[in-house]
Each structure stands twice: as structure tokens, then as C-alpha cells.
């Protein structure tokens, strides 16, 4: 089980949100290019994010171009998972690889701020604040099992190949 607080963006959060262009010299040190995550949507939102915290975004999230270290800074930073309402389908398959869960579920019943428990295997998100709760799409299993290993590399390292 996933525990941790929300933090909630609008709709359209694109990948030049999450790593902003003027830090893209950082690219090669990602541990510093981690501290300015999601700097222009919320320029303190890297101080304030804790290990095992929840990103909350709208539509349209992780759009833009196919950086794959957006979805790596913001695990960098400590977010155990991504919920929002639509995702950019590069921005998924990056994130899935990386090891990073991207929840498909409304996000409109949850609030900055709002403590959330996330069962990925059921498929179930409780708002601790509000007493909701809210179902997301099913992840496959072969992901699931990606995500346990911590992406895609550590899964083909540890099976060889995609073995269910």
C-alpha cells in the first residue's frame, strides 16, 4: 500500500513544467536537475514534496516532448505515484518504465493537501481527509510486475524477458 499526501496540478502540465527548459544543462546531473521539479507549475513544490507523496494532475498530463527525465526527476523526488484524469501516452510509457505508477481515475474528489492509501493491485484510492473513495484503471499484471522491480531495466536484468 502507497501512502502519502497529494499534491494538485491542473490540467495541461507539460513536460516543460515539470523540467523547466532553463535547467536543461542539468540533464547530466539529475540529482540537481531533481531539486527544480515542477518548478514552473509550483516554484516551491520541490522543497515541499516528501518520499512516498502523490502528484494529482488533471487532462492532458506530461505533455510535450518525450523527455524521459521528466517522469525520472519527479520519482528522484520522492512521488510514489502520478494520478490524474488523462495522461500524455509517451509521458506513460516512460513513467511505467521507469518504474513510476501513472493512475488513470477522476481526480476532481481529491485536494492539495488531501492524505491519500493507494492499493495498486486493487485498483483503489482512499482520501483519508475526505473519507472518499475512488477506483482507478486496472494495471495489468506484466506492469505491475515492472513497477514492482522498479522498471523496465531491473524487470529484463531480473526475467530476461516479459514473462507473466
Known amino acids: 500500500m502507497l501512502k502519502g499526501k497529494a499534491f494538485k496540478f ?13 535547467y536543461a544543462y542539468l540533464r547530466s546531473n539529475l540529482p540537481e536537475l531533481a531539486k527544480h521539479v515542477m518548478e514552473d507549475a509550483d516554484p516551491k513544490f520541490a522543497s515541499k ?19 524521459e527525465h521528466a517522469p525520472l526527476v519527479i520519482k528522484m523526488a520522492g ?5 490524474a484524469k488523462s495522461v500524455a501516452r509517451i509521458f506513460f510509457r516512460n513513467a511505467i518504465n521507469l518504474g513510476l505508477p501513472i493512475l488513470l481515475c477522476n481526480t476532481d474528489d481529491i485536494n492539495d493537501g488531501d492524505e491519500l492509501e493507494i492499493e495498486l493491485e486493487k485498483g483503489i484510492i482512499r482520501n483519508m481527509t ?5 477506483t482507478f484503471s486496472k494495471i495489468p499484471d506484466v506492469m505491475l ?20
Open 10 to 22: 491542473g490540467d495541461d502540465i507539460s513536460t516543460d513544467h515539470i523540467i523547466p527548459g532553463k
Open 49 to 67: 514534496v516528501k518520499q512516498g507523496d502523490f502528484i494529482v494532475g488533471g487532462n492532458n498530463f506530461g505533455l510535450g516532448s518525450s523527455r
Open 79 to 83: 512521488v510514489k505515484a502520478i494520478l
Open 130 to 134: 475526505n473519507g472518499k473513495q475512488l
Open 145 to 164: 510486475k515492472i513497477l514492482d522491480e522498479g522498471g523496465l531495466l531491473p524487470y529484463i536484468e531480473k526475467y530476461g524477458n516479459f514473462i507473466l
